[in-house]
């Protein structure tokens, strides 16, 4: 059989995988490599450091500096596109005509690009990009950033169309596959998970006293939901209550310091963070936007005790049967009194095992890729 090889261009340098998008891609660099995939990955470098272990997952490993600055945001093209021009990168993809997988909308530029026209290329969805934008513009306080992320919103609602000139699309939510569908009805769009860490269900026996709350606590997004679980949720409650994350802002640090039951552990490493959700009672993970996939969602579901979510976290994703659903804050301290002091049963294991390993298998995905991908017609 002969050798099949794939450019991925990636939106960032895809290590450490300590965050949504980058997870995606840094796994899925490994299921590929392991079902003998030679992978020519080209990164954008603006904020993390070359990285030598990704050469042992692939092929060849370029980098590209992404132009950052305040001029950029007069270009038409969005700015987290604009930024990824690079003629370095055509140029190595001109020297061969093996499959491209642009990852994330972010690393588009060259999609449209007429010396690519006969290429398979494939989009892997992370996000509706225009609505995420939008749903930051309504959760950030700042007005310079509000009206950047308006900006930028209704920038990449145009952009979009750009997909038209892909061979096929991959989406991580039913949710978004069925947006797609919607909007490129000629279009080969296929709803493929996210790829994470986790190749087994690995959770403690036993029971803990505190619930948590993690993710990147600088993203408008989750530094609301972790203040409207302080005010709203864990007011007036003894139970405890954990938040950590990545980079929290100063009014956060504030509200907890008010608080008699709540700590918050800032910038925890992979290891803590990993034994915070591993010891954890139960994991407690909000959104007040229904996109994409939140993989801090799956790696709990793989590894923490009872996870108690509301109903945007779960919308096209098929994980809801696995979770306690609660929305308001009167439903999120019902479900909290309830699984505070309850051990998380032999039934609820088995079913997390089944759904999980038959939905979210590394190892199926990379198949179902590998197939849909060289199994591509030219023209």
Known sequence: MSEKHLHIISFSI????????????????????KQNIKIHLHCFKYDRDESAELEKYCYSVNYYYRKTGFFLEFSKKPYIVAGRKSDELLNNLLNDDYPIL?????????????????????YRESNIEH??????????????????????????????????????????????????????????????????????????????????????LSVAENYNAAVFLIKKVFNNTDIPLVIAGLDPP???????????????????????MFNLIKNAQINILITFQATGLKLKLLNTLFNGRHCIVNDKMVTGTGLDKLCVIANTPEELKNSLKKYIDKKIN??????????????????????????????????
């Open 102 to 122: 642009f990852e994330g909308l972010h690393s588009c530029y060259l999609l449209d690009n007429k010396l690519l026209k006969n290429r398979i290329k494939i």
């Open 14 to 33: 895809p290590y450490p995988p300590n965050y949504g998008g980058v997870i995606d891609v840094f796994y899925k660099i490994k299921a590929l490599h």
């Open 131 to 216: 609505h995420y934008y939008y749903n930051l513009f309504k959760a950030e306080k700042n007005i310079f950033n509000k009206i950047f992320f308006l900006s930028e919103s209704i920038k990449l609602k145009f952009y979009q169309k750009v997909l038209k000139n892909s061979s096929s699309m991959f989406a991580v939510s039913r949710k978004d596959t069925e947006y797609l569908q919607k909007h490129f009805k000629n279009k080969n769009i296929k709803y493929l998970p996210s790829f994470h860490a986790n190749d087994r269900l690995d959770i403690l026996p036993g029971k803990n006293n505190y619930a948590l709350y993690h993710g990147k």
């Open 250 to 272: 100063k009014h956060l640090v504030s509200l907890v310091n008010k608080s008699k039951n709540i700590i918050l552990i800032k910038n925890p490493d992979d290891a803590e």
């Open 346 to 379: 032999e039934d609820e294991l088995e079913k997390r095992k089944k759904i999980l390993s038959e939905n979210y298998s590394n190892e199926k995905n990379a198949g179902r890729l590998i197939k849909s991908i060289f199994d591509i017609k030219r023209g």
